[in-house]
């Protein structure tokens, strides 16, 4: 079974400035993809960030960059220029591919509550 | 922009009594999942239809909880009878048949607490 580790529970950044949410997973999958959303308070979840496993280059969205290390497991999660918006809980999600066409299963970290202080 | 509809969006219940939520995912998505989330942890999958099928309900607690998507397009989750530990958040998604596609869109979610 897959498992996705966010070794963070809190964060705190100041507006304007860089954070960086860590994330880990285990697999013995060899193609996967790994996502990062945002769920902001009393509000539904969106995605941020989407990596697919074979690519070696790291996705980026706008002020959203990861850091996909395959081989170490780790997909951490750049907010540059962080704003009093980007404050939420942020989950790290690991998706394999299961049976055929569209059978894909989200497994989530336990998340991330990242806090923009101006 | 289509978004995947939830609801009712809170519900408190007695312990005992039967619950029921309610989930339209967005036009064409073949795929509708349902997850449950307790406070302070990640969302955890309960049922996955592929169109009126269930595709994964191994997490689901079968005694109590049932789940169907009839027509394919909408679906309902209910529990019954409902205990203290489902107080949690339940959330919808759904996803296109697409493979290059393939991000679940979540609703704004139901938070059921029981009492």
């Known amino acids: 079974a897959q498992t996705v580790t966010q070794s963070q529970p809190e964060m705190s950044v100041q507006e304007a400035e860089t954070v960086t949410l860590s994330c880990t997973y285990d697999t013995s999958e060899s193609n996967y993809y790994l996502f990062w959303y945002k769920q902001p308070p009393s509000r539904q979840m969106i995605l941020v960030i989407r990596?697919?496993?074979?690519?070696?280059q790291n996705a980026t969205e706008n002020r959203f960059s990861v850091n996909f290390q395959k081989a170490a497991k780790s997909f951490s999660l750049k907010i540059s220029d962080s704003q009093l918006g980007d404050t939420a809980m942020y989950f790290c999600a690991f998706m394999k591919q299961r049976g055929g066409g569209s059978n894909y299963k989200l497994t989530f970290g336990k998340g991330t509550l990242l806090t923009v202080n101006p | 922009e289509a978004e995947v509809a939830q609801s009712p969006r809170y519900k408190i219940t007695e312990k005992s009594q039967a619950v029921a939520f309610w989930c339209d995912p967005i036009s064409g998505h073949a795929t509708l999942y349902w997850y449950r989330q307790i406070l302070g942890q990640g969302p955890e999958l309960l049922v996955q239809f592929q169109d009126e099928s269930v595709v994964d309900d191994s997490q689901l607690p079968k005694d109590r909880f049932s789940a169907e998507r009839l027509k394919g397009v909408d679906s309902t989750l209910k529990i019954q009878p409902a205990e203290l530990g489902d107080s949690a958040m339940y959330l919808c998604?759904?996803?296109?048949?697409?493979?290059?596609?393939?991000?679940?869109?979540f609703g704004a979610g139901t938070r059921l607490s029981v009492l």
């Open positions: 990596q697919e496993a074979y690519k070696q």
């Open positions: 998604a759904s996803s296109s048949r697409d493979l290059a596609k393939n991000i679940q869109y």
